[in-house]
Every structure is written in structure tokens, then in C-alpha cells.
């Protein structure tokens, strides 16, 4: 019955048992590759091309890796990535987005990516951002909204519901699913209700 979880566990790949049993030393590897690839993404003097390339591969690898994600958030990464989502580029964006996603999948960075300032990104891409990036930006508020201090600072911020209920009204597919998927995950605490309504979101429901 919890359709915010059930849409979280779509949106990642399933892992083999293959995979999760693979040798120590392919997971000694991705380690020491994940630290050169956070270094080119920190890096100011990095191209937007090997930044996009490392981010690419930061998604890849913190996907179904813990140790790496915590890696990542540790390394001071999360500030070169929502640097990234401000990028005017849309694959920037889309990666980066893609790699925040991933690493809000550890419960101690929930909170801790609020706090860095990802709504703000998330609710301008909501707002101009493509489909695809749309799409992922919703259900990264899902995934913050399974902290339960992270669905009033979310619900408080201004534009992150409307923009939500607008994304609703005139998104394809994906990002109606998404949008609505953050929403059910939002409406669990109990001002964020009234919110919801306010921005005229029963019609369109």
C-alpha cells in the first residue's frame, strides 16, 4: 500500500544477486575509480564534458552501492552536483539530478540535502526543466519526503506544491505519476493537505 516506496524501488534498477556477491576486488576498483571521478566532478577547472562524464558514472556506481553514495556525500560532491542541476545544460542537469537521487536513498542524507539547498533547485527544474529532468526532480522529493521533518520544509517552501499540482495538470505521463506519487508522499503530514487542495489539485485528480 505505500505507492511514494513502491515508485522509488521502480525508478532504480533491480540488482542481481550476482551483482551483490561480485568479488571484493571489483568492489576495491569501483572505489578507487569513484575517487577519481569525484575529484574531476569537484575540480573547478573540469570541462561541463568530464563532469558530465564522471556524473554519469557516479550514477552508475552509487546506485547500487551504499558504501559508495556515502562516499560521495562525504567527499563534499553534493556541492559540485547541485551546482550542476543549476546548469543551463539539460544533460548536466539530468545526471546530476540522477546522482542526488541516488544518494537520497541513505536516510542520514535526507535531511542533509534539504539542508544544502536541493528544493530550490528541484523547484526550478519542476518549473523550466525538461521532461525527463521533471520526472527524476519529482521523485527526488518523494525520496527527501520519507524524513518526516523533510514534508513540512518541503511543503513550507514556496512553489514546491504548486509547481508539484502544476506538473500534474500538464505533464505526460512519467511526470503526472511522479508528481502525484510525491504529492500522496507530502499529504502524510497534515498541513501539507490544505496546500495540496489550495492549489486546485481535486479537479485535476
Known amino acids: 500500500p505505500n505507492h511514494a516506496l513502491r515508485s522509488l524501488i521502480l525508478n532504480f534498477a533491480h540488482v542481481s544477486l550476482k551483482e551483490s556477491s561480485r568479488p571484493r576486488t571489483q568492489q576495491e576498483h569501483s572505489h578507487s575509480q569513484s575517487q577519481a571521478l569525484i575529484s574531476t566532478l569537484v575540480s573547478q577547472s573540469s ?3 568530464s563532469k558530465l562524464e564522471s556524473l554519469t558514472r557516479l550514477v552508475r556506481l552509487t546506485k ?5 553514495r556515502r562516499k560521495v556525500t562525504e ?4 556541492r559540485a552536483a547541485l551546482d550542476c542541476v543549476d546548469s543551463c545544460n539539460q544533460v548536466l542537469q539530468e545526471k546530476s539530478l540522477s546522482l542526488l537521487l541516488n544518494l537520497s536513498l541513505e536516510d542520514d542524507n535526507k535531511v542533509g540535502l534539504v539542508a544544502d539547498g536541493v528544493i530550490r533547485r528541484i523547484v526550478a527544474v519542476l518549473r523550466v526543466g525538461s521532461p525527463d529532468c521533471k520526472a527524476i526532480a519529482a521523485t527526488l522529493l518523494t525520496s527527501l519526503a520519507v524524513v518526516e521533518v523533510n514534508k513540512a520544509t518541503i511543503g513550507s517552501y514556496p512553489d514546491a506544491i504548486s509547481a508539484l499540482v502544476s506538473l500534474l495538470r500538464v505533464g505526460n505521463d512519467r511526470e503526472r505519476k511522479e508528481s502525484a506519487t510525491a504529492l500522496y508522499a507530502l499529504c502524510s503530514f497534515p498541513d501539507n493537505r490544505k496546500r495540496v487542495v489550495d492549489c486546485g489539485s481535486v479537479p485535476i485528480l
Do not use: L, P, T
Request: charged share 15%.
Open 64 to 68: 547500487r552501492d551504499s558504501s559508495i
Open 75 to 78: 567527499s563534499g560532491a553534493v
Open 47 to 49: 570541462s561541463n564534458a
